[in-house]
């Protein structure tokens, strides 16, 4: 028999599933809402204690899926650093949906509030089966999976704008698939494989003999292409502002903070377990994503700053995170990489802060999501007024907060001397003043009072709901615990990633 | 100072100031409670609009390269049926010499897809399932996307539809519908024995219910054939594949004896999980493509 720990990945994501399969017949939203929060309150309890388990012992275990494994079928993996991005996850996936639920309730229609919970659970189980996968059809399997479920919340809200955006989202999305599922069809073609840790074999084979040198290059560029098209990397990220911008609340947070991490945590398994670390910077494959991320860096804040809509706004500045995460993943080396995945967390619990803040601040407004009517949204409603403080500072860097620990932990891995210290770092500093120049402005919009020449309505103070003030709570802590704690999480991370 | 009288520095200082937010709101301020404020979504569309012959050429830029690029690869892809192509290795070997002994599935694909990967393919029927759930949210009929009138043009056409009795095509649906009912549920029941399955054997069936549906209404489906039977039948088939899976991958994963048994491979009671497995997904896929039709032509199953 197996040590008990060991089942929880697929228990994790199959419970998910069948969870999902269930709520579909429940007519209630409100009792969906409770299946989807129990179970992943209750896996984030058993993912807490996988990661008590394997932390300790340094231990990354496979876990054949069924009679015949290796290299036969399907097989899982856990390591210290899955099971960290798990718990994470689980835990902003829940805090998403708990801050946001009175905005689904508001904006789905009644009759279809119970599939819109579908599509958290078949959200979070492809999540984790991305995380947990060693095997490169079934990551494919779920980015489906994902995509469409994602493609759902955006569409929940069915309104006119969201359906234009769920459309763009689609299109853009499912090219992003394509070009992975094709250039994973070159792969297995030219590995003969499609359990990752075998693929790593062979393309170092490969690499060392010299076989096949196009189609690995090309292939490796059209995997990180199309994963990179979905995580909204520029210059693919017109779809995020609209998709993002449009969706009620909790969905705006679920896919800024997680739907785009999934696929960054396959171009992690990607770079590291399917071609290893030097094939991969062999390709410079890694020096496009480091210019694109800079890039992203650059024009997302740009673009955030043109913004007067607080969603918009936001989503924009997700385009310019996301970039941080490629610079690191793009510079290459462990140190880096650590900086990206560090991003990666401090992003998935800060942005649905922002959004949901966001969205109780406009809500507090009368529903106005235009900056202008948010004058003063702050003392209306103090705590996502807070919120949005302490989530704006994170963004600019301040220290003790989690947005500096990881522009730290960037600045620290560019300090090589080599050409990419240049664009790290001077990608690093125009970003930071630029994220400073929307953000602060509208910290400063949120808590100053009216004019007495302007025609704003007074509007009463907005009570937040018990829901809303746990969610805003945790991920506030998250954020605050990533800056505090860094040099524990980089530990930790670092030790997840050298086990790959 | 002659910079400051420049409108982009102005704008500038104002927004540093944000006041720009505060001089030029781009919806009317109309009272709060009048509702929500216009969408920006529409003027990025026009601007969409406007940009479009940048944007068609940048596309057939990006379409060009990308097919030079994959043009390229493919002349340098292993030939085509070369046995000593890289896929040609102990994991095919082996799926083509023990495939039928440890799966007791005379299919061979059949028996690779449900028990070696039987955890993509429960991937792959959840798919199937959640589209069928994204097209429900779109359209099912709602206060949101239905108007009284279109209603009335619907029961309108039901109507006159069932007045036009179109005798030929009554006939050749009526003679069509048995055969494609029995040849669906062939499919599906051999699908461990010969090229079929769950998935083709399922769309078979449902396609004679759309055919049914489409020549008698689809009131007289829902005589034997409603929401509730709808449902019913898509979470038990989902159900009963998910806990055989469990059970499989459970039982596997701690090399304990799974008491499944596999039968003599070619006969019809043979192949351990996979014929249930074909069916389940087949009756799954029946509902789902039936449920399409339904919702695209009517709006609810």
């Known amino acids: 028999m197996l040590p008990y720990y060991q089942h929880i990945p697929f228990f994790s994501i199959v419970l998910l ?275 694109m991320g800079a890039l992203a860096m650059v024009v997302g804040s740009v673009k955030a700053i043109q913004e007067t809509h607080i969603k918009r706004m936001i ?161 506030g802590a998250g954020t605050v615990l990533l800056g505090v704690c860094c040099s524990g999480t980089g530990a930790l991370l670092s030790l997840g990633l050298s086990l790959l | 100072m002659s910079r400051s009288d420049r409108s982009g520095w102005r704008k500038f200082c104002a927004w540093v100031d944000g006041e720009e937010w505060c001089a030029a709101p781009s919806a009317p301020q109309h009272p709060v409670s009048a509702g929500r404020e216009p969408e920006r979504e529409v003027s990025a569309f026009e601007a969409y609009q406007q940009s479009r012959r940048l944007m068609q050429a940048v596309g057939a830029l990006f379409c060009i390269t990308l097919a030079v690029v994959l043009a390229l690869v493919v002349v340098h892809l292993p030939p085509f049926g070369d046995p000593a192509n890289p896929t040609n290795n102990e994991v095919s070997r082996r799926y083509i010499e023990q495939g039928i002994e440890e799966t007791g599935s005379a299919n061979l694909v059949g028996g690779m897809i449900l028990s070696y990967r039987v955890f993509d393919t429960f991937g792959e029927s959840s798919v199937l399932f959640l589209a069928a759930s994204c097209v429900t949210i779109l359209l099912r009929r709602d206060r949101k996307n239905t108007t009284p009138q279109a209603l009335r043009q619907m029961a309108h056409e039901e109507r006159t539809d069932r007045k036009d009795k179109d005798v030929v095509l009554r006939t050749a649906v009526l003679l069509l519908m048995p055969v494609s009912i029995m040849v669906g549920f062939y499919v599906m029941l051999f699908g461990h024995l010969s090229p079929g399955g769950g998935f083709s054997g399922g769309s078979i069936l449902g396609g004679g219910m759309v055919l049914y549906a489409r020549t008698f209404g689809s009131k007289s489906v829902q005589r034997f054939f409603n929401e509730h039977i709808y449902h019913l039948v898509k979470v038990v088939c989902l159900m009963c594949y998910g806990l055989i899976l469990i059970y499989y991958v459970f039982t596997g994963a701690n090399g304990l004896n799974n008491h499944i048994w596999l039968g003599i491979p070619g006969h019809i009671l043979s192949s351990g999980i996979i014929m249930p497995i074909n069916v389940l997904v087949g009756f799954e896929v029946a509902c789902t493509i039936y449920a399409f039709y339904a919702l695209f032509s009517e709006g609810e199953v």
């Not at chain 1, 400073?436 to 919009?445: G, N, S």
């Open chain 1, 315 to 475: 989503a924009y500045s997700t385009v310019a995170q996301i970039g941080y995460i490629y610079l690191g993943l793009g510079m290459g080396g462990a140190a880096a990489a650590v900086a990206a995945i560090y991003q990666m967390l401090v992003h998935a619990f800060t942005k649905p802060m922002l959004f949901l803040c966001a969205g109780e601040l406009a809500e507090a407004s009368g529903h106005r999501k235009q900056m202008y009517y948010l004058r003063g949204a702050g003392h209306r409603a103090k705590l996502a007024g807070v919120g949005f403080t302490v989530g704006g500072l994170s963004m600019i860097g301040l220290p003790l907060l989690g947005g500096f620990a990881v522009k730290f932990y960037l600045a620290d891995a560019a300090l090589s001397g080599s050409w990419k210290m240049w664009v790290a770092l001077a990608a690093l500093a125009v970003s930071s003043v630029l994220n400073a120049l929307y953000y602060l402005p509208a910290i400063i919009q949120i808590w100053s009072k009216a004019q007495p020449g302007e025609n704003l309505p007074q509007l009463p103070v907005k009570r937040p709901s018990l829901a809303f003030v746990v969610a805003v709570l945790v991920l």
């Open chain 1, 17 to 291: 599933m069948i969870c999902g399969i269930l709520t579909s017949v429940v007519r209630s939203g409100r009792v969906a809402l409770r299946i989807h929060l129990g179970a992943v309150l209750a896996l984030l309890g058993a993912n807490l204690v996988l990661l008590a388990n394997v932390l300790p012992r340094q231990e990354r275990f496979t876990y054949a899926l069924g009679i015949v494994s290796h290299p036969y079928g399907n097989e899982l993996v856990c390591g210290p650093l899955e099971a960290t991005l798990a718990v994470a996850f689980l835990l902003v996936m829940a805090m998403s949906v708990l801050g946001g639920r009175d905005g689904v309730f508001e904006d789905v229609e009644p009759g279809k509030q119970n599939l819109y919970f579908v599509m958290c659970d078949l959200i979070m189980a492809s999540l984790l089966a991305m995380i947990y996968t060693n095997d490169a059809f079934t990551a494919y399997v779920f980015i489906e999976i994902n995509t469409i479920a994602a493609c759902a919340l955006v569409m929940a809200k069915d309104s006119g704008a969201t359906l234009v955006a769920t459309i763009r989202y689609l299109m853009m999305s499912l090219l992003g698939s394509g070009l992975f599922l094709l250039g994973l069809t070159f792969l297995y073609h030219i590995t003969g494989h499609l359990l990752i840790i075998d693929i790593h074999d062979q393309v170092q084979q490969l690499a060392a003999t010299g076989a096949y040198q196009i189609p690995l290059t090309v292939l490796m560029g059209m995997m990180a292409l199309g994963l990179g098209l979905k995580s909204a990397l520029f210059p693919n990220h017109t779809w995020l502002p609209d998709a993002h911008g449009s969706a009620t609340t909790a969905s705006s947070a679920i896919l800024s903070g997680l739907v785009l991490k999934g696929y960054v945590v396959l171009l992690i398994k990607c770079i590291f377990c399917i071609f290893g670390e030097e094939v991969f910077a062999a390709s410079h494959v890694g020096d496009v994503l480091l210019v």
